[in-house]
């Protein structure tokens, strides 16, 4: 079987026009929103999109707007011909990539900026919903970020992280104008936001979420595994292990989420990593939960060295 040779868009205009001439002829589309640097995590994510589309779309941009002061947007790994040759390997291939430059560089002068600025505010006074600039969400009579939970898990050290991320995709959405989207549950935070995001805001888009993808030793795939040392790299499994040893304990009737967080506080402690947070939410609202009663997630964040992990894992008893 010949190898599919994606088409590459760099420009809105000709990414929308794309999606647009591919629903003409009665095709839905799939889009998979990435930062690049991919690997089999992000791969799983197009075959999953291939299940729910005729045409899938990967996005590789890194956004600045999700990055706070103190987190370096330079040193984010990018490998753009590496990813090419990578998502060519996926059965189905990929029909279009959408690599811009820069989503946020949209004016062309100082009074087109002026411009824009009043015009939102104008809306703002009407009680529109709108997304500022530099990615705030609601008005006092609309939706605001926070209702969704923005000031938990991820959110609570990284105050910007889910503005950006809500705005980014929201463009991505608008421009693509895909079907269906596929998120993986690896960020489970980002996952439950997006679902709530598109609910509120009545996206016609189904937004999928697809299982975390491991190495071999339990690890899961991240982008940054490549920045931890080997050493690092065998402390950070207390994390996986520490989650499955929870989700067992919780299957023979150790239910107290308190006891179950210490434990694997512990545990990843001990093996060297500092945490950032440990908590077992309800899978849906979010919301944290003493005793397990019903499907829950067990989030956790820790840094190993310089390199922050995230994972989780769902438990059902």
């Keep these: 079987m010949a190898v599919k040779e994606p088409v590459i868009f760099t420009e809105k205009d000709e990414m929308r026009k794309w999606s647009r001439s591919m629903r003409s002829q009665g095709k839905t ?16 994510l197009v075959e999953e999109a291939h299940k729910h589309a005729e045409v899938v779309v990967v996005s590789i941009y890194v956004n600045p707007g999700q990055f706070s002061p103190s987190e370096d947007l330079s040193t984010y790994p990018s490998d753009f011909h590496g990813d090419i040759l990578k998502l060519k390997s996926v059965p189905r291939g990929v029909d279009a990539v959408f690599a811009p430059k820069n989503l946020y560089d949209y004016r062309e002068n100082k009074k087109s900026e002026i411009m824009l600025i009043w015009k939102i505010r104008i809306l703002t006074r009407k009680g529109w919903f709108h997304v500022w600039r530099r990615g705030e969400w609601g008005t006092k009579q609309g939706l605001e970020l926070r209702d969704w939970r923005e000031d938990i898990l991820c959110g609570k050290n990284r105050p910007v992280f889910f503005r950006g991320v809500a705005t980014i995709v929201t463009k991505l959405f608008n421009i693509v104008e895909p079907d269906v989207a ?36 339990g690890l899961a795939l991240s982008s940054r595994n490549v920045h931890l040392s080997p050493e690092e790299r065998e402390k950070a499994l207390s994390i996986s292990r520490s989650l499955l040893k929870a989700k067992s304990d ?7 989420c308190k006891e179950l967080t210490d434990t694997v506080v512990q545990t990843i402690t001990q093996a060297g990593g500092r945490i950032d947070y440990a908590e077992i939410v309800e899978q849906e609202s979010l919301e944290a939960v003493e005793e397990i009663k019903n499907p829950v997630a067990f989030c956790i964040a820790a840094w190993f060295g310089k390199v922050r992990l995230i994972d989780n894992i769902e438990i059902s008893i």
């Design 29 to 44: 589309i799939g889009l998979v929103p990435t930062m690049g640097y991919l690997h089999q995590g992000h791969l799983s």
């Design 182 to 217: 596929v998120f993986g549950k690896k960020d489970y935070h980002q996952w439950r936001i997006i679902q709530r995001m598109v609910r509120d805001l009545d996206f016609g888009i189904e937004i999928v979420g697809s299982d975390i993808v491991r190495d071999s030793d």
């Design 250 to 256: 919780a299957k023979i009737g150790l239910v107290n």
